[in-house]
Nanobody, 125 residues
Framework: EVQLVESGGGLVPAGGSLRLSCAAS????????IAWFRQAPGKEREVVSC????????YYSDSVKGRFTISSDNAKNTVYLQMNSLKPEDTAVYYC??????????????????WGQGIQVTVSS
């Protein structure tokens, strides 16, 4: 059974940092692309960043480039999202998603087969 479990969310003041973790199980980690999406109230789910676990190639949306860093630890089957210089507009539920793609880049959420339960990130102004 595929499982993705997010952790590390919470409340942080603007300018602060958080690190999200996505622990994966039930599939061959090295063969998958894992993405972080977020969804704010009243908005569509959007891709934030993704990583190919095979070669650690990464993608970032323009809104987080230079502030967020995605990484994967293949020994622990875990993907991290280090979020620095957080802004109130980063407030959302963050989800990790996984699928066996052969390239890393922006995709619609419906292209991913596996999802975590989501975790709240709130940035106060």
């Amino acid at each position: 059974e595929v499982q993705l479990v997010e952790s590390g969310g919470g409340l942080v003041p603007a300018g602060g940092s958080l690190r999200l973790s996505c622990a994966a199980s039930g599939f061959t980690f090295d063969d998958y692309v894992i993405a972080w999406f977020r969804q704010a109230p009243g908005k569509e789910r959007e891709v934030v960043s993704c990583v190919a676990n095979s070669d650690h190639a990464t993608y970032y949306s323009d809104s987080v480039k230079g502030r967020f860093t995605i990484s994967s630890d293949n020994a622990k089957n875990t993907v991290y999202l280090q979020m620095n210089s957080l802004k109130p507009e980063d407030t959302a539920v963050y989800y990790c998603a996984a699928d066996a793609f052969d390239w890393v880049g922006p995709r619609d959420p419906n292209e991913y087969d596996f999802w975590g339960q989501g975790i709240q990130v709130t940035v106060s102004s």
